[in-house]
């Protein structure tokens, strides 16, 4: 995951690595930054020390992340399944359930 800086500096300001697949998704609010792959792992990360955290893992690809102010982080994948992790907890899963017989492509 690249990070680029803004305004009068631009360029590329770092780069976080963690995933051993490509990175399909990324969710972004307030002070979390979360990344999903192909191979179906959900980091989340310290985007200033440059650590990931894995969260999850879902077969298949990840197919869809969305983060809250409240640093918590909603996972879909391929296997039909949607997990809500707690940041603050050390990213541990609060809940998942099937909700498709097909991926989730999306969450709000």
């Known amino acids: ?4 800086a803004v305004g009068s ?5 770092g780069c976080l690595r963690g995933h051993r ?6 969710a972004w609010s ?3 930054l979360a990344s999903a792959d192909r191979d179906g792992c959900v980091l989340y990360w310290d985007a200033q ?4 955290t894995t969260v999850g893992k879902h077969r298949g690809h990840a197919t869809a992340l969305a ?6 982080l909603a996972s879909g994948g391929q296997d039909g399944r949607v997990s809500l992790y707690d940041c603050r907890m050390e990213g541990r899963a609060v809940a998942s359930t099937t909700v498709h017989t097909g991926a989730v492509n999306d969450l709000l």
């Not at 995951?1 to 680029?4: A, E, F, N």
């Not at 500096?9 to 300001?13: P, V, W």
């Open 1 to 4: 995951v690249r990070v680029w």
């Open 30 to 32: 307030d002070r979390l």
């Open 21 to 26: 697949a490509p990175v399909m998704h990324l």
């Open 49 to 52: 020390a440059g650590t990931a």
């Open 9 to 13: 500096s631009g360029g590329e300001a």
């Open 67 to 72: 983060a809250t102010a409240s640093a918590q």
